[in-house]
């Protein structure tokens, strides 16, 4: 393809639907468990199984989640909106309409605000918000006469996000997706994980010429299940667009499917072919009435969103902005930290453990500092004898942290005592051992008086080796050149 100077002549243009499945425990309608990973149909009752007679009732939790991530993109939240049916037939889906929000959804006009590679922000408009249940799945691949069907996910809460037309490059939109699994994790609302499904998207694409104001015709690609694959559809159907549009075609409005072993967009249906849904008002549900007493609740179990998080680390603390994201990023983390900074003399030294060295640890083991065997006031005990001196930074790491996780006490000082290893301020001990060093490397001691200064650093590691590291380097050197005038 030699497109390469009409592509320069066209733009992008494009707008996310983003569907989010919830991690409550029980489905938006009913009291089925809303899991992963069950044998098929074990999580299904009437309500699931849509047995006639059978009634939706709405589960709260999924109302408050999704007010939670309204909130964080700064969308007006409907304190009353309702239901409708979107109908349409399929075998995974057993009432013959998905429950939904059409005319009413639940948040309105937000926005998000994303960082791009060459360090500037982007704002992108989220049109809505809107509540609803997922299919069923239908399996086609796993008997030769018959498709199963599994109803364990119909009924499973999800949320769609409908943001403007404002992504201009595959770039904007992979860092909105980024930023919205980010909000979701940190806020609770759902696990965010895309191999899983539960993060998907249809990317709605077009095309106009640079400088114009008007938009094309879009093309909508379903079922995006990766960030790559998000980036890899957005590029071809660019490529295609310009390509059709430079030849003189048109773009038809359509719907696509993405192949991922290709690469390339497959048409699905044109618009003519299009399903009406006579979109109507669910009878079986009443609106959602929000309450102000409710929505100011929800908001004050808000916890502060990660872009405050990592501002308020820098200016409290003056550490670097990859440091802070760390934090902001990783509640436990964050909840971490807060329990040991009222116990630690120095607050630097707290953050420079938790991201350096303990953070080590833990990705090692591949463990959360949830999990982790140290305290946080235990932590900061530790911390501070090495502030004090009393211990020395890799002894305190190598060994003292290992016999916190191993021990029953809760006397840090104590036991770094009982096991020995606090530093020996002892300088008749250090005395001797200095001697030691000194005659044993009595050929490089003629050395430094003659001028080579550097053989110092020989003795300094001597001695710490003879006092099994339990030794204050500063104070060794100290000792040593007074020896040595
Ligand atoms: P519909 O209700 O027909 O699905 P919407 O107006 O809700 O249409 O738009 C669906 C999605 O398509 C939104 O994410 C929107 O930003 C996006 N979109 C609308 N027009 C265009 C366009 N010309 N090019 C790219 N994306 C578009
Ligand atoms: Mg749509």
């Known amino acids: 393809m030699s497109l390469g100077t009409s592509e320069n002549n066209y733009e992008l243009v494009s707008g996310l639907e983003i569907h989010v499945q919830l991690n409550t425990n029980t489905k938006i309608f009913s009291a089925d468990s809303a899991s992963f990973g069950a044998l098929p149909n074990q999580n299904i009752s009437t309500v699931s199984l849509a047995l006639p ?43 013959g309409y998905q ?8 948040c309105i006009n937000g926005f998000l605000e994303v960082e791009l590679a060459d360090g500037s922000t982007k704002k992108i408009g989220i049109n809505r918000i809107h509540l609803e249940e997922d299919a069923g799945k239908s399996i086609h691949d796993q008997d030769e006469n018959y498709s199963l069907v599994d109803l364990n996910r119909a009924g ?17 939109a992979s860092a ?13 609302v759902s696990d965010g994980n895309m191999e899983e499904g539960s993060l998907r998207c249809d990317a709605n694409i077009s095309i106009r010429p640079k400088n114009a104001t008007d938009f094309g015709t879009r093309c909508e690609v379903k079922n995006l299940n990766s960030m790559r694959n998000v980036r890899r559809a957005m590029d071809f159907e660019f490529s295609r667009q310009v390509e059709v549009v430079s030849a003189g075609g048109k773009i038809i409005q359509s719907t696509l499917n993405f192949d991922a072993d290709k690469g390339t967009t497959s048409p699905m249906r044109t618009k003519e072919e299009a399903n009406d849904y006579r979109y109507f008002a669910d009878p079986d549900l009443p609106p959602v009435s929000i309450s102000d007493a409710w929505l100011a609740e929800i908001k004050s179990l808000m916890p502060a969103l990660p872009n405050e998080i ?27 930290f807060n329990r040991a900074l009222p116990n630690v003399k120095n607050k630097k030294s707290l953050i420079n453990w938790l991201v350096g060295p303990v953070r080590a640890i833990l990705s090692e083991r591949g463990i959360s500092i949830a999990n982790f065997g140290v305290k946080p006031e235990q932590l900061a005990e530790a911390l501070n004898l ?4 009393k211990l020395t930074q890799q002894i305190a790491i190598q060994q003292l942290l290992p ?6 006490t809760e006397d840090v000082v104590k036991l770094a ?16 051992y200095i001697d030691e060093a000194l005659q044993k490397y009595s050929q490089q001691v003629e050395a430094y008086k003659k001028g080579k200064k550097g053989v110092l650093g020989l003795f300094v590691g001597e001695v710490m080796k003879l006092a099994k590291g339990k030794a204050d380097a500063k104070k060794i050197n100290e000792l040593i050149l007074e020896k040595l005038k």
């Open 53 to 95: 007679g059978s009634l939706p009732k709405l589960n709260k939790e999924v109302v408050a989640k999704a007010v939670r991530i309204g909130l964080a993109l700064n969308c007006t939240i409907n304190q009353i909106n309702h239901f409708d049916r979107k109908n349409y037939f399929y075998a995974d889906l057993p009432k």
């Open 99 to 106: 429950i939904t929000q059409d005319s009413q959804p639940i």
């Open 156 to 172: 499973v809460p999800l949320i769609e996000i409908v943001t403007e037309p404002d992504i201009r490059s595959a770039e904007e």
């Open 176 to 188: 909105l997706l980024t930023e919205i699994r980010k909000l979701v994790r940190h806020l609770n």
């Open 310 to 336: 990592w501002r308020q680390m820098v200016a409290d603390f003056g550490i670097s902005k990859a440091d802070a994201a760390l934090f902001a990023e990783d509640l436990s983390l964050l909840a971490y």
């Open 386 to 389: 090495v502030d004090e001196k």
């Open 403 to 408: 016999a916190i996780e191993n021990h029953d």
């Open 417 to 432: 005592e009982s096991l020995n290893l606090l530093i020996s301020t002892n300088s008749d001990d250090l005395d001797g």
